[in-house]
């Protein structure tokens, strides 16, 4: 009877162990977290996909709250967490400060936005490995603001957007500058009266951002345009309009949601004002959408380049990086820029020059590129410093 007790204690004592195992490790899958940024503290949570796997290279997939929310608040309502366990892809939900993104609102928020975005991707690639060459940005409404501005100034970074219901700044688009094409979602309520899908009080229509975004990146004149089922009779059907093909690959896609309202189409309860619509899950179209592009296939800077230029060493641990340039290659120009697309450096390529060197001793640790442009074309080149 004794020993008969014993093996019971002993099998229960594993099962309880395996439980608490199973449940750490779901529990795990969610991650509350913070650092300090310009000397404030910056918070947000990470989601890893059910079959995550410790320094498995994933795609990563920022989601920006809009104006008076949360990302715990976006995490419940777009349903993201379930889409990433179907797309094994990490996503991350920051908080702004105040509940509110720097997108030149009058009276928002102030904060570097930017910094903090590009230093939480190089956080989340220190912990998870995440896929640098992978990495897209979606939001709602003032959210939606904010993937316009990283596509605007980190379009180095980022490989696609994919906001709901925000447009951009009058200011904002008069001064964006893309380092690169940039794949595009937009998703928006025509009954929107809160970001106005035509526009309003500083903030551009949803034609004039598309009509940036498609004349940047040179797509069709003509959208192919798709009405798509009304599957849920709750006042509102979505129409999607597509550009392609565009420079490098790229597409920009509307779906533009008919008497929806400020909304998140087929969110978990209610995200904002007016319709929702339950034909489409934005969640899914979002996913689905910027799955397709990654900054190395659609770019291919490195292929571009490898046959006419040579960098090296890289990484630069010296200070000093040499170029080596084919004699049929004609670039006149080149430039040293950051990942914010800042230009460091400048400088003249001699005709006759073929072979010379850059002093990078300045430069922090991290990851620069060198842009060279001449003879109507141009070449961009990833180096390290290290």
Not at 121 to 134: C, E, F, G, K, S
Not at 269 to 295: C, H, M, P
Not at 318 to 336: K, P, R
Request: charged residues 10%; aromatic residues 10%.
């Amino acid at each position: 009877m004794e020993t008969r007790f014993t093996s019971n204690t002993f099998l229960l004592k594993s099962w309880m162990l395996i439980f608490f195992f199973l449940s750490a490790f779901a529990a795990s899958s969610q991650v509350n977290a913070n650092f300090t940024f310009d000397g404030i503290n910056r918070t947000y949570i990470v989601y890893l996909p059910q079959s995550y796997v410790q320094g498995q290279k994933l795609p990563l997939l920022l989601s920006l709250h809009g104006l008076t929310q949360t990302g715990a608040g976006i995490m419940e309502f777009s349903g993201f967490n379930a889409v990433a366990d179907t797309g094994n892809f990490i996503v991350v939900y920051p908080d702004g400060i105040g509940n509110a993104w720097n997108v030149g609102f009058s009276g928002g928020s102030t904060a570097d936005d930017v910094g903090f975005l590009s230093a939480l991707i190089d956080t989340l690639h220190a912990q998870y490995n995440v896929d640098l060459n992978r990495v897209y940005s979606t939001g709602f409404s003032n959210g939606g603001f904010m993937s316009y501005r990283l596509a605007c100034e980190l379009g180095n970074r980022i490989a696609a957007i994919a906001p709901v219901s925000g447009t951009m700044t009058v200011a904002s688009l008069a001064a964006c500058s893309p380092a690169q094409p940039m794949p595009v979602l937009h998703i928006h309520g025509t009954s929107d009266f809160v970001v106005s899908y035509t526009g309003s009080f500083g903030n551009t229509s949803v034609q004039q951002v598309l009509d940036f975004w498609n004349g940047f990146n040179h797509c069709p004149a003509t959208a192919v345009i798709e009405n798509l089922p009304d599957l849920v009779v709750e006042g509102s059907t979505v129409q999607r309009q597509t550009w392609s093909p565009c420079d490098e690959g790229v597409t920009v896609e509307l779906l533009k949601v008919i008497n929806g309202g400020h909304t998140w189409p087929g969110s978990v309860g209610v995200t904002g004002i007016g319709i929702t619509n339950r034909d489409i899950n934005a969640s899914s179209e979002i996913w689905n959408f910027v799955k397709n592009f990654s900054l190395d296939e659609t770019i291919g800077i490195e292929q571009l380049a490898k046959k006419e230029v040579k960098v090296y060493p890289n990484p630069v641990t010296d200070g000093l990086l040499f170029l080596e340039l084919s004699t049929s290659s004609l670039y006149s120009h080149l430039q040293i820029v950051d990942l914010r697309g800042r230009i460091l450096q400048e400088a003249q390529i001699p005709a006759t020059n073929q072979h010379f060197q850059l002093n990078v001793g300045g430069l922090s640790n991290g990851l620069y590129f060198v842009r060279l442009a001449g003879n109507q074309k141009n070449t961009v080149i990833r180096f390290m410093v290290q």
